[in-house]
């Protein structure tokens, strides 16, 4: 569903609120939007970010929509080591370790290290390169609001759960009776799609 479809399915779930404005009922559905896609890592936002590196400055550009590295490093083993993120750097594709940021100077001379600086976008080698390389790394993104013509990133089998998490809202509860009376039912079948979407997540984390 597009985005004005599912307005459309949520003015019918709540008796058409004529209060609201079409921008208003979409920020509503952003809202919703937005938070659901943060509940968790899902597959469907997982990136692959290559750059290059500089030899005048020791860090590379995060992308525009990145939320926070993802484990890439034999992910499927379930070790320790494995749930940690690398950035892959060269042709070789040389595993750098990714510290945390108050860690950063514990590695400072340390050549295979890295680390991000979320507050200015970045992501920092604890050694200047000397040479420009490649750097490859997976990422959890965040997805692009939803306009009236545009869909969720997610299947469309899912869509639904958005129709019922607006009418969940508290500002909606208090502009219709009708959300109000049915709001134990639409928490339910948002719970219910919600989980519906977490099995098939976790089978794309499974393959």
């Known amino acids: 569903m597009t985005g004005a479809e599912i307005i ?16 208003e009922e979409l920020r509503i559905l952003n809202r919703v939007y937005q938070k659901l896609m943060a509940d968790r890592p899902w597959e469907i936002l997982k990136k692959s970010h290559t750059a290059t590196q ?3 400055v020791p860090y590379i550009s995060l992308p525009s929509d990145f939320a926070f590295l993802v ?9 320790y080591y494995a749930e940690r993120p690398v950035v892959y ?9 990714v510290v945390s940021w108050s860690d950063r100077r514990t590695v400072r001379t340390d050549n295979n290290k890295c ?5 200015n976008s970045r992501l920092y080698f604890t050694v200047q390169p000397t040479t420009a390389q490649s750097v490859e790394f997976d990422y959890a993104s965040v997805p ?3 306009t009236l013509g545009t869909s969720p990133v997610f299947p469309a089998r899912f869509h639904p759960i958005l129709v019922h998490l607006m ?9 219709s009776d009708k ?3 049915y709001a134990g039912e639409n928490v339910a079948l948002a719970n219910s799609y919600l989980e519906d979407m977490a099995y098939w997540n976790s089978n794309l984390v499974q393959l």
């Not at 484990?71 to 070790?79: C, E, F, L």
């Not at 042709?91 to 370790?97: G, L, S, T």
Request: no cysteine.
């Open 8 to 23: 459309t399915d949520f003015e019918l779930q709540v008796s058409d609120l004529t209060e609201l404005s079409s921008a």
């Open 167 to 175: 009418a969940t809202q508290d500002f909606i509860l208090q502009l």
């Open 54 to 56: 500089s030899t005048t």
């Open 71 to 79: 484990p890439n490093k034999n992910y499927t083993d379930r070790s």
């Open 144 to 146: 692009s609001d939803i």
């Open 115 to 119: 680390y991000i600086d979320i507050v």
């Open 179 to 181: 959300a109000k009376s």
């Open 89 to 97: 750097v060269g042709a070789n594709y040389d595993p750098y370790d």
